[in-house]
Structures are given as C-alpha cells and as structure tokens.
C-alpha cells in the first residue's frame, strides 16, 4: 500500500479498478466492470485516463461513489488541510453574501471589473460553498456585477442623504483634478457628530467637468451637487485653493454682505453700461454659493515658494548662494532617481535615500533639503564627486541647514493643518499665532513673518476664527498672551450665547411674602426684565465654567457654546480631504482602465473614498 499511487487511492471511483503493476512513474491497473481483462495505464499522479476510461465506456453506467469508511481510503495525512465541501458546518455563506464580499475585494483593492471574470479568480470561488447550492460559489457575469455595484452606491448615497437631513452644519471642500485629458470637479463633505462629537467625511462627487474652467460654470457645478444632497443652507463654508477661477466663482455668486452695503451707500461708483450688458447677457442665471474660505496650507504653500525665494533672489550675494546651493541638490536628486547605479551608490554613504521633491508641494522640497542636511558634508561630496557632479562648498551647505532650520515651523504647522481626523477651523488661528511667535525669536526669519501676516489678515481679524478656537476645548484661551485681546473675546463669545434661542432647564425662584403681593407694592416691576438678568447672569457662569474645566468629553454640559462650536469648527482649515480623494482616483484611473466610463469611475471612487463596504462589513460584525 505504501508504494502504491495515493492519488489513485484517494479518487473517488477508485474502487472500480484493481491494480495489477506499479511502475516507475505510472501504474497498470484493470478495470472491473469491462468484460475480461483490460487493463489500463495511468501515471502515479493523475487519474485523467481513467476518468476518461469511465466516461467513454460506461457512460450509462450509474456509478457510487466511494463511501468515506471505506477500508481502502489512504490514511489522513499529518497536516490539516482546508475542506471546502458543503458537508461542513459553519462554512457556507449566501449567494448575496459573496457577491458582497467580492465587491469589497474589488471596490477596496481597486481591481477591475473584468477580475470577476478572470479563470483563476473563478476557481478560487468555486471552492466556496454557498448556501442552497451545490458545492461551489458561481460569480455573476461582469455587466450583472457593475448592476450590484450601482445598487450599492445607490445605497450608499441614499444613506448619506438620511445622515445629511439630520444635521444642522456641514462643510465642504472642492477643487479640479485633471488626469488622462479629463477633467473632474472632487466635492468632500465634512460635519461633527453631535453625539460623540467626532468628526466624519464622506465625498459625494468627482464629476467630469467639460470644457472651461470658468467661475460661472464652477458655480452652477458646485450649485447642483450641493441642491442634490440638500445641503443648500446647511453648509457653514466651502474651502478651495487660491485658484482664481474658485476665488471669482465665490466672489461673484455670495448675497452681499449688509455691512458692506450700508458702507457703500454714501459712495459715489460708476459702472461700466456695457459689462453690465453684457454680463446680463452671458450671465442670466444666478447661483448661490456658501461662505468661502482658502485653504490655508496652499497660502503657507504661496509663502514658501513665492514670498520667501522672492526675498532670498532680492540680493545678489544671498541669490548666488541659493541659486547653486539648491541647483548641485536638483542634479543630485535626477541623478538618483533616474540611475540604478547612483541609487546604490547612496547605500554607501548614507543607509537612508534621497526624497525627489515634488513640483506642486513645497513640504516636499523642505523634506528634500532636509534629507540632504542630514548627511556630514565630507559623505556628501564623497558622493558628489562619485556622480561626477559638482560639490557642495562649506557656504552652501551651511545655507542648506539654516533653510531648513528657519522653515521648520512652517512645516510643522503645514503637518497640523492638513490633518483630516481632528482637525477642526479652530485650529487654524492658534497654529498661525504660535508659528509667527515661533519664527519671532529667529532673526532671520522676519519677513516670514510679514508674509504670514500679509496673506492670512483676513483670518487674523476675523471674529468668526476667534470664535472657533475659543470654543475648541483643546486651545480656549490658552494660545493668547494679550489679556486685552482675551477680554475682548470673552465679550464676543457672551454676545453670540446671549444671542441664541436654546431652551435651558432654570429653577424655579423661591417667592417672598413680599412678591406675593405685588399687587399692593408701588415699585413691582415685571418679571420678564429679571428673567433676562437670570439669563444674563447664566450665560456668564456657563462661559466662566467652560474656561475653567471642560473639555471634549463633557462639552454637552454647556448647550451655548456647544452650539457655537458646532456652527464654527465644522469647517476645515485646508483642502486636504479633497486632494486625497483624488490620490486614490489616479489609483483607479489608469492607463490600462481607459474604457472606464465616467460614471462607473465617480462610483468606484466613492465608493472606495467612503470606505462603504468596510463599513458594512464592521457594522455587521457589531450587530453580530
């Protein structure tokens, strides 16, 4: 039995055939239910000839399979081995339920829909029982699978709307992405939670845009996907980049502001007949656009990469020196990128690579000059001098590591600010108060500072900011050191809270003889004037007690400023979110997918963005 073929052994007609011969590679064996002897060949590991044999010859036979206590069943091997089969409990799953699963698979992994027609993806779903069925989990073809796909995104959205309707505040990022001569408008939404007080995001568009890229077709875009999910009113701001086209489109399609209308009353302005005319003419339509703000690691982008290299150019011997200090780091950094031998050589000098700064993020670059610092300048040269290109002098490398050293504070802050998870609005103006305190106590460092206050003046002054980081427990008034400007803000924060309409549960006044018969008192004054000191005094004491001890965990206590917090750092401070949404588009969107439709790429994205089938997933296990 030992030398005998186990294969041949374990089949399950095996018992139909006696063996006669064992050979080296193949065994002799003779069939029983042929008449006389006839006698078959067959190799040691593969029983096709007699499956061949049987289906040939006894095809009107009705043949048993092998009972499982048969004698002659080959003992089970040592290693515990997978079972598949139907026959085992626990292990079956609906038809619904796979179709599920590999959604997931192909949703989450970013895999086409044609994987579900692949042969070998195929085989390994056959091996899966399903419920009701034979043995052997059958796949949907891929149009009938792109049909359980739109079931789920409708899903999905309709979900979304649901958790829209219940809420009071949101906020949104927008941006254009172009890839593979397309172009696409990336809406995200962002809100808190107001039970746990968590922030959530959920992306509900990445659109083709065609044609122009002008403001007015941007508004009426970014018009109609906030009216599809109703989120025309509730959404406190929209952040965008400095794109001129974002900045007009907000510009051009907000309800003036009241103020600046009373201001403007006593101005003479001429206007131009016709622009006017021909506004009227191009512009019939108007569209309403929610508050706008700019994203803030973009402007501290512009700072670095404009305001900063424009002062370093200003003088000649500052520009020499900055000129060649990063132009010898550009050839070193496309000398390493491009040559396997370059990059090989590094492992030599320095066990970490070199970055390759990218054109559009100035943090890259930092990261670049960064890495290069952090190599001893004889390493570096040594390294240089291998590549066959020019050394770094003491001077150069000496500006290198001060460059880095006076824009770490940017970069930190950057860091901060395109924080998704937690990042609330009212981060923004405390990380931009300690940066400018940071870079202060560096002299060389002034015009940053300058430049920081130059592009963010509308967020240093705006009450709206001071607002938001006021009521952010993590900062309160910690982050300011001006107990006049802390004053100030105290007052603002009263006004709004004495402000809102919010039901608070007051007890009831104890009466006096006296106030019972105010009928008969001369000086009764009404009750409505004491009730609104009552509210006066309880706004104080509610603000009092939230600078003292809250915190993110017991914010419920105090229903004024958790209200004003939810309005006020519901919003973003960068458009980040929306960025990486299209990270993961250029992941689906490739070259060798370019028969993907623009509908089922918006579906796949989003689909994935939101992490839908994930989600499904967990929540099942909870209710479980």
Not at 84 to 100: A, M, Q, V, Y
Not at 231 to 250: P, R, W, Y
Request: glycine share 2%; proline share 4%.
């Amino acid at each position: 039995m030992a030398g005998q073929s186990v294969t041949l052994l374990r089949w399950k007609y095996s018992h139909y055939f006696e063996i006669v011969e064992e050979k080296e590679k193949g065994i002799i064996v003779k069939c029983k239910l042929c008449v006389g002897e006839k006698l078959l060949s067959t190799a040691k590991n593969t029983t096709s000839n007699l499956k061949k044999h049987l289906h040939a010859k006894h095809s009107t036979t009705e043949l048993e399979e092998r009972a499982p206590n048969d004698t002659s069943t080959p003992p089970q091997a040592k290693q515990q081995k997978l079972d598949f089969s139907s026959s085992s409990p626990g292990k079956t799953i609906s038809s619904t339920e796979l179709n599920k699963l590999v959604a997931a698979f192909i949703v989450e992994e970013m895999q086409p829909l044609s994987t579900v027609e692949a042969p070998t993806f195929r085989n390994i779903i056959s091996k899966i029982s399903v419920t009701g069925k034979r043995p052997g989990g059958v796949l949907p073809d891929r149009k009938t699978f792109a049909s359980f796909l739109d079931n789920a995104y409708m899903e999905m959205e309709t979900e979304l709307k649901k958790t829209f309707a219940d809420l009071e505040y949101v906020s949104t990022t927008a941006d254009l992405w172009t890839a593979q001569n397309k172009s696409f408008l990336g809406i995200t939404v962002h809100w808190i939670d107001p039970a746990t007080l968590h922030r959530k995001k959920a992306a509900i568009a990445c659109r083709r845009f065609r044609g122009r890229h002008t403001y007015d077709t941007i508004a009426a875009e970014l018009e109609q996907i906030h009216s599809s999910y109703a989120l025309c009113g509730k959404i406190t701001a929209t952040v965008t980049d400095n794109g001129s086209n974002f900045v007009k489109a907000f510009r051009m399609f907000q309800a003036d502001d009241d103020n600046e209308t009373k201001n403007d009353e006593d101005e003479v302005i001429f206007t131009d007949l016709h622009a006017v005319l021909r506004d009227d003419i191009e512009s019939s339509e108007r569209y309403v656009l929610p508050p706008h703000h700019r994203c803030a690691s973009h402007t501290l982008n512009l700072i670095c990469s404009n305001d900063i290299v424009k002062f370093l150019t200003a003088k000649a011997d500052c520009k020499a020196v900055y000129r060649r200090a990063t132009g010898k780091c550009s050839a070193l950094w496309s000398k390493v990128s491009r040559s396997t031998v370059a990059s090989e050589s590094l492992e030599e000098f320095s066990k970490r690579k070199l970055l390759v700064p990218s054109t559009t993020r100035w943090n890259s670059f930092y990261d670049a000059l960064s890495r290069v610092a952090d190599m001893p300048l004889v390493d570096l040269n040594q390294f240089c001098t291998r590549l066959d290109i020019r050394c770094i002098t003491e001077r150069e490398y000496q500006f290198i590591k001060e460059y880095c050293k006076v824009l770490k504070p940017v970069c930190m802050a950057l860091d901060i600010l395109q924080g998704e998870d937690q990042c609330f609005y009212g981060t923004l103006q405390p990380t931009l108060e300690i940066l400018m305190t940071k870079i202060l106590a560096l002299k060389e460092a002034v015009l940053e500072k300058t430049a920081i206050k130059t592009r963010f003046s509308s967020i240093l002054d705006s009450d709206e900011a001071l607002i938001a980081a006021v009521t952010l427990p993590k900062f309160k008034l910690r982050w300011l050191r001006d107990e006049t400007r802390k004053d100030n803000i105290k007052m603002i924060l009263a006004a709004q809270c004495r402000a809102l309409t919010i039901e608070i549960p007051q007890k009831e006044p104890l009466q006096s003889p006296e106030s019972r018969d105010h009928e008969n008192d001369f000086f009764a004054f009404p009750e409505e004037e004491n009730q609104h000191d009552d509210q006066a005094i309880t706004v104080d004491v509610e603000i009092c007690e939230y600078l003292k001890s809250a915190n993110m965990e017991n914010l419920h206590d105090f229903p004024r400023i958790l209200k004003i917090f939810l309005k006020a750092n519901t919003g973003t401070p960068s458009s980040a979110p929306v960025e990486r949404l299209f990270s993961i588009g250029s992941l689906i969107l490739t070259p060798k997918r370019n028969r993907l439709t623009d509908q089922r790429f918006e579906k796949l994205l989003l689909l994935r963005y939101n992490r839908y089938f994930e989600n499904k997933t967990q929540m099942k296990i909870i209710t479980k």
